[in-house]
């Protein structure tokens, strides 16, 4: 069964810095689909940015972009400018291409405070 | 469209009572899926529907949980008899087709079972 690692439980940064949250992932599988959700206290979750794992080419959303390092099964989520606005919990999250499991899968989750 | 909808948002209850959570997907979507969310055990899939029908039962914790979607527009989650451990956040998500495509959650429902 597929994993996914969240190894940061909580993470700071300056308002206007950049931060990096990491998520590594264990597959056998070589077609999948990889989404970072925001949760900020409202519960609502949003779906922040997501990558197919055939592509090389890493996803960028306006200030939030990943590093896919498919090998390393690595998925690192880059904030950059941080906004008070971004202070959530941050889950990474797995979903397999093949066998016809739509199941995703989350990790425990990043919890992400911005300071003024 | 108003997004997935839940209710109630929070709830209330004695062990041993039957609990219904409801919710209704974007219109459109072919696909429902239920999540618990707990501190200890993170954002779990419960099941989830294609099509009105139930594919993916696994995650269901035990029989007291069971979970129907009469029609595409409405789901209910139940609980019966609710347990101090079945205390969580439920959230409600769907899409309109999968793979790749976003699952739209709805605010959740918390239930508190005293």
């Known amino acids: 069964a597929q994993t996914v690692t969240q190894s940061q439980p909580e993470m700071s940064v300056q308002e206007a810095e950049t931060v990096t949250l990491s998520c590594t992932y264990d597959t056998s599988e070589s077609d999948y689909y990889l989404f970072w959700y925001k949760q900020p206290p409202s519960r609502q979750m949003i779906l922040v940015i997501r990558q197919e794992a055939y592509k090389q080419q890493n996803a960028t959303e306006n200030r939030f972009s990943v590093n896919f390092q498919k090998a390393a099964k690595s998925f690192s989520l880059k904030i950059s400018d941080s906004q008070l606005g971004d202070a959530a919990m941050y889950f990474c999250?797995?979903?397999?291409?093949?066998?016809?499991?739509?199941?995703?899968?989350f990790g425990k989750g990043t919890k992400l405070t911005v300071n003024p | 469209d108003a997004g997935v909808i839940q209710s109630p948002r929070h709830e209330v209850t004695e062990m041993g009572q039957e609990v219904t959570l409801r919710c209704k997907p974007i219109s459109g979507h072919d696909y429902l899926f239920w999540y618990r969310q707990t501190m200890m055990r993170g954002l779990e899939l419960l099941i989830y529907f294609n099509n009105n029908v139930p594919i993916d039962d696994s995650g269901m914790p035990e029989d007291r949980f069971s979970a129907k979607m009469p029609n595409a527009s409405f789901s209910t989650l139940k609980i019966q008899p609710s347990e101090p451990r079945d205390s969580a956040v439920y959230f409600c998500?769907?899409?309109?087709?999968?793979?790749?495509?976003?699952?739209?959650f709805g605010p959740g429902t918390r239930l508190t079972v005293t």
């Open positions: 998500a769907s899409s309109l087709i999968l793979g790749y495509s976003e699952q739209y």
């Open positions: 999250a797995y979903r397999s291409a093949t066998g016809g499991s739509e199941k995703l899968v």
